[in-house]
């Protein structure tokens, strides 16, 4: 099991950037597939973004290609998520979680998540 906790978000307002960080230990973060995930109040959770294992495969949602970059860092154990541009729209709880086998741009095959950290935007 990878034991995973996010930082960064905050209060900020319509156009700003905001960098997320997401901090691994435990199971090895160099084998694991990474994916950003956020859920608004009332909404299901979807996913946001993902980083294959390797590093060398990204995924984005619609909703925020072009603003959002997904990273990591092997050797410091640590996924970011650059969101640039925000809109009040991206206003929600973003969560951290690896996957280990699977398709890394489907939210069920991540299996270990962190608490989430409360992002928002305000017009």
């Known amino acids: 099991q990878m034991q995973l906790v996010e930082s960064g978000g905050g209060l900020v307002q319509a156009g700003d950037s905001l960098r997320l960080s997401c901090a691994a230990s435990?199971?090895?973060?160099?084998?694991?597939?990474m994916g950003w995930f956020r859920q608004a109040p009332g909404k299901e959770r979807d996913i946001v973004a993902a980083?294959?294992?390797?590093?060398?495969?990204?995924y984005y949602a619609d909703s925020v290609k072009g603003r959002f970059t997904i990273s990591r860092d092997k050797v410091k154990n640590l996924a970011y998520l650059q969101m640039n541009s925000l809109k009040p729209e991206d206003t929600a709880v973003y969560y951290c979680?690896?996957?280990?086998?699977?398709?890394?741009?489907?939210?069920?095959?991540?299996?270990?998540w962190g608490q989430g950290t409360q992002v928002t935007v305000s017009s």
């Open positions: 980083i294959s294992w390797s590093g060398d495969n990204t």
């Open positions: 435990g199971r090895t973060f160099s084998n694991a597939n």
């Open positions: 979680a690896a996957g280990y086998v699977g398709d890394y741009s489907k939210t069920y095959e991540y299996h270990d």
